[in-house]
DNA sequence: ATTGGTTATGCAATCGATCGCACTATAAGC
DNA sequence: GCTTATAGTGCGATCGATTGCATAACCAAT
């Protein structure tokens, strides 16, 4: 019973249905369409779904995709899996797009333009509907080839300096500047920045937020070192960097969380505390930054959410393919933690 | 010339070629595919081939795929995308996948079977090739869905009681063994267990590897709590009941690093320190747990390994459908941080 | 009773690549 | 010189769903 279901449900194609119904092939398609289903009589339809349903008949997608050029399939470019912020936003995307019962291709593109766009003409060979890039840099060819091909395609995380694709992105200036108020609200004079990668939109973003803010202060933004990835291993090294170039200061604001903790790492090797001898600050609110010693002050984005409403951009987009290109920033959130403090008060 | 490059590229098919280079579609067909262009003269292969590169010539995957019944796709269900443990093992897959061509659908199944089995439905009707599952239970209603299906499936992370499918997983009874090891090494006797869902081969396995273990030790391995799900909050319940249930004990050995963080959580709220009062071995070694207060000992898992040779693990079993279902335990491997200790020692 | 307008359904082309089969030379064998 | 291989190509069916167009049936209105 189980097995002849089973044989059944393989190869149960619309022809066996029609013919087991006694209607031609395209009346049992449009009996079995919800949009189409008004023009067949109730009967038909009727008898047509129960036919599918007792054959455990379901359209094979591959064909309809062969026929319309639609696939239901949308691609999904990351940079780098292992950076535990990208797995939130995968999953907000995929939610989403589920929901409106679109399937997700994955792939980790790596740093690489030119692997990316390897990546990006693959998807698009498999015929996706969309693409999702989480992968821009402030002026992206990979997104060009997208758009050449004419793929309907939203960034999310990362954003153009040049809109010319609708965009999720939080608000990094703004992030920033939450960051260094608070630091500057502690009291603290001299204050320096761990950028990240001057090529993305996020490194740069959130370094002018830092020089904005700096400056609205009445402080001094010059103390500043580049992280060429956001890992910790850069961030230790930019921040070892920092520190020689501008001795002094009390308290830093990093550009992402993996370079924050790159400099407890640097901070530790040199027998200095957080807070006590230095703030720190981070950015994004990586999960478990929380649980950290000591818990990460950090500007807080939510991840899974921005995933979710670029997924949302981009349905938008394949509804209206006409669409301007929005650009979404979501608000971000400073989260008080451990790792700041009012300066000068020494080793703890 | 851009744009006309890019046209082409939207148009460009076999017969467009084939009409081009002055011979039939299927000359065309075999002289562009590696495995059959011996079967056609050096000449026109050559012919065939420029033509192709001018045009900006794709090969259509759908209509492949509609022919062929192959998809060099994959399905990946994993059950939590959140659980930062799921990240890197999906970076692992993929990493193999993408090296032997294939593509990777991703689906969070979340943790409820009916779900799983949607989508597993999902991705069969979108023709995937094989499909890795990161979801099962001990004994797994969705495997058997893919299984009468014939569709090529292999299991990651979590194993079924009866091997059923091919599977890669950590050696959870031999890791769990370490922990209890090291803690009554240290000199702990009074040893707690929480464990994670009994559904779960991670929970069942690790729990029998801690009992196993204790009565080796000579100790009583009747302390424990078992949590419903691996994350904080259950963590710090079973950790609640565990340490309500079973006063005196000196060291818990969490199955996993989240339910050792709601452990860190519940020892905080009641004033105990750790490894001060308690010591505390977890379970994955997820990223950041070495960075946390106090730095987190816990069981080793390689994680993007495991994912990598699950993924191979598929690929044998798709050029060979006939395989053994083999079973592959990645070897565990305890890592010494800073929440163990000798007992006894009371508050730091 | 004829025309006009619906409604319900059938027909057949289409999407693009693949592959078994058949055919034609040319080469090899006797 | 005649058969038998064999290498090189062409032909056309096929995968399964979709969809514009055609047709048939039916009802109402003039």
Redesign the pocket.
Known sequence: MKSAASQAAR?A???SI?EAS??????A??A??PAQA????P??VEKVRAEAQRQG????VI??S????RSRLVGVVLPDLANPVFAPILDGVGAALAEAGYSMLVADGGADPARQTAIVEELIARRVDGLVLATARRSDPVLTVCLDAGVPTVLVNRAEDEARAATVASDDFCGMRLAVEHLAGLGHRRIGHLAGPEGLSTGILRRRGFEAAMLAAGLDPSASAVARAYNRTEGQAATAALLDASPGLTAIAASNDLLALGAYLELKRRGLSCPGNLSIVGHNDMPLVDMIDPPLTTVRIAHAEMGQAAAQLLLEKLADPAAEATVKLMPAELVLRGSTREPGRGRH
Chains 1, 2 share one sequence.
């Open positions: 190869s194609t619309l022809q029609a006694g209607v031609h092939r395209s009346t398609a449009r079995l369409d008004h023009r067949i009589s009967e038909v008949y379901r359209r094979d064909a309809a062969l026929r319309t050029g």
